[in-house]
Nanobody, 123 residues
Framework: QVQLVESGGGLVQAGGSLRLSCAAS????????MGWFRQAPGKEREFVAG????????YYVDSVTGRFTISRDNAKNTVYLQMNSLKAEDTAVYYC????????????????WGQGTQVTVSS
C-alpha cells in the first residue's frame, strides 16, 4: 500500500504558474501508475493528467493540454504537475492518485489517494 502527500498548492494570478508535488511512501513507487485529479466547488472530481509507471506515456484532459505537464522521478518517489498559463477555471483541490499496474497505457482509475492541495487562480 502506498501513502501520498501533495504539496505546492497556493494562490496565483491568472497566467501564472505552479508546480505541484506528490511524495509517495510505503511501497515500490516505480510499480505504480500515477495521476492527478481535481475537484472544483460544486463539481465532481475530474481526471487531469496521468503517467505510466516508467514515465513512458502521459495523457491529459483536453482543457489542460499544452499548459500542464506531468512527470515523475522514481528515484525520489515523487510525481509532479507543472501548471502554466493558469486560468480561473483551474481553481480546485488537486489530488494525487496511484494504482499498482505495470502497463504502457495511462489508466483513468486509481486505488490510492492523497489528501489534496488547494490551487486558487485569481482573475
Amino acid at each position: 500500500q502506498v501513502q501520498l502527500v501533495e504539496s505546492g498548492g497556493g494562490l496565483v494570478q491568472a497566467g501564472g504558474s505552479l508546480r505541484l508535488s506528490c511524495a509517495a511512501s510505503g511501497s515500490i513507487f516505480s510499480s505504480y501508475a500515477m495521476g492527478w485529479f481535481r475537484q472544483a466547488p460544486g463539481k465532481e472530481r475530474e481526471f487531469v493528467a496521468g503517467i505510466t509507471w516508467n514515465g513512458g506515456n502521459t495523457y491529459y484532459v483536453d482543457s489542460v493540454t499544452g499548459r500542464f505537464t506531468i512527470s515523475r522521478d522514481n528515484a525520489k518517489n515523487t510525481v509532479y504537475l507543472q501548471m502554466n498559463s493558469l486560468k480561473a477555471e483551474d481553481t480546485a483541490v488537486y489530488y494525487c492518485a496511484a494504482r499498482w499496474i505495470l502497463s504502457g497505457q495511462v489508466v483513468l482509475e486509481y486505488d490510492y489517494w492523497g489528501q489534496g492541495t488547494q490551487v486558487t487562480v485569481s482573475s
